[in-house]
């Protein structure tokens, strides 16, 4: 598991964001720190906020990372690693839903880091997708909106993928999301079931449903990109074929439709006998929906599943979607020719669940 997480020392006084160059030992101005020392214990970087010592890891491990720096709790946050097409920013922990499965459980409070992350995105390597996430990132839609415009208007190589319980989008939105910089945004958006109580139950809130009916076709009028997300649970599996015949009748104007194996983490931890399905001894649901999209010109797709427990047909739908700091393989993994491209598991995977896994 990579550390996103680190114990550092920093003589600032107040949170800044940085970007680590392994360099000389001097300033090249307000946005790098660069490389003073190392040794056994960790590095020492030099910038305009000062002397920054980090634990834990290497100056070649941390060269070009972009970090948020928090002097009075004592660490640093791997904000964009370098080299990773895993990034991604939280930027609340409140959320108005409550997923049983929920991998982020939400908090009531909120600390306002907009300030600090657009700048983070604006230090960013070239070409990238950042991630943002929650909590429920809508709850402060016009900063989240505003700090997408900027960066794109400064920063037109890079992208958004934005997770949003699409609750909150308006008709007062569409004219601001057809601006050509959305282009470069996708929203995905859970649906968990066509039928409304099941689809309200599973995120905990009364009308879920039909709100996010309204809010998609504000999104479609908008011309937004979406991805839906679809968690495979116990109680929606038998579900799953009326709701692809819902998204080819109703929603065909999707970018994706990612169907993902459960999280074991969060809410789902402790409820994990009563939510996990084991795909493997039961496809036959999954398979049905993926052929009725595929039927209807929807392209679909399986995160968080790995490739020998899918049916062979299936095999190539299943993406490498876990991230590369939370994702480990069991030793069954080894020798596995298609290692490169499967997801794995989770770190916190349980050991019971990854039975049956083999090399192919």
Known sequence: MIELTLPAVAEASEPFVTRLRAGRCDVSGNDDSLLCGEDDAGVTFAGAHGLLAIDGLSAADLDGDVVLVQPDGGRIERLLRAGSPHNTLLVTERCDQLCVMCSQ??????????ALLEQACLLAEPDIVIGISGGEPTLYKDELLGMIERVLAQRPDLAFHVLTNGQHFAQEDIERLRDP???????????????????????????????????????????????????????????????????????????????????????????????Y??????????????DH??????????????????????????????????????PACDGCTERDACTGFFEWHPDSATEGVHPL
Request: hydrophobic share 50%.
């Open 105 to 114: 459980p939400p908090k009531k409070t909120h600390v306002d880091r907009f």
């Open 181 to 275: 910089v959305y282009a470069q945004v996708l929203w995905g958006i859970p649906l968990y079931a066509r039928a409304a109580a099941l689809h309200d139950a599973i995120v905990g809130k009364a009308g879920a449903f039909a709100r996010l009916e309204e809010s998609l076709a504000h999104l479609l009028l908008s011309g937004a990109r979406v991805e839906l997300r679809t968690v495979l649970l116990s109680d929606n599996l038998a579900a799953l074929p009326a709701l692809a015949r819902y998204i080819a009748t109703r929603l065909r104007f999707i970018h994706a439709w990612s169907i993902m194996q459960l999280e074991h983490v969060g809410f789902a931890r402790n409820r994990w006998a009563k939510l």
């Open 277 to 290: 399905v084991p795909h493997s001894q039961d496809f036959a649901p999954v398979a049905a929906a993926l």
């Open 293 to 330: 999209a595929k039927l209807h010109g929807v392209p679909a797709r399986l995160f968080n599943f790995p490739r020998c427990t899918v049916p062979r047909p299936y095999r190539y739908l299943a993406a490498a979607s876990i991230s590369d700091w939370k994702r480990k393989y069991v």
